[in-house]
């Protein structure tokens, strides 16, 4: 069962997705910059622990995926 510290990750993870997404929408950065990608992994890890909590494997195999685009783009940026 979920604490309310597992259910605050899930908070910030989801707010972090969310203000990716919506400052790419209103073209206040873009893909290829630090910030939008940093967004998406912290969001990534975030619902990753959150649905492990849950048992919901279909959605932490999900969130890996998502994680691991995003630590590509970082490293890509990065180096």
């Not at 707010?15 to 910059?33: G, I, M, W």
């Not at 939008?36 to 849950?54: A, M, Q």
Request: aromatic content about 16%; proline content about 1%.
């Amino acid at each position: 069962m979920a604490t309310k510290y597992d259910n605050f990750i899930g908070w910030i993870g989801a707010l972090s997705v969310v203000t990716a997404y919506a400052l790419l929408t209103f073209e206040l950065t873009n893909p290829k910059e630090v910030l939008y990608n940093t967004l998406n992994l912290v969001g990534g890890v975030c619902l990753c622990y959150r649905v492990w909590i849950d048992r919901n494997y279909s959605n932490v195999f999900l969130e890996i995926v998502f994680i691991a685009v995003a630590v590509y783009a970082l490293a890509k940026i990065i180096l």
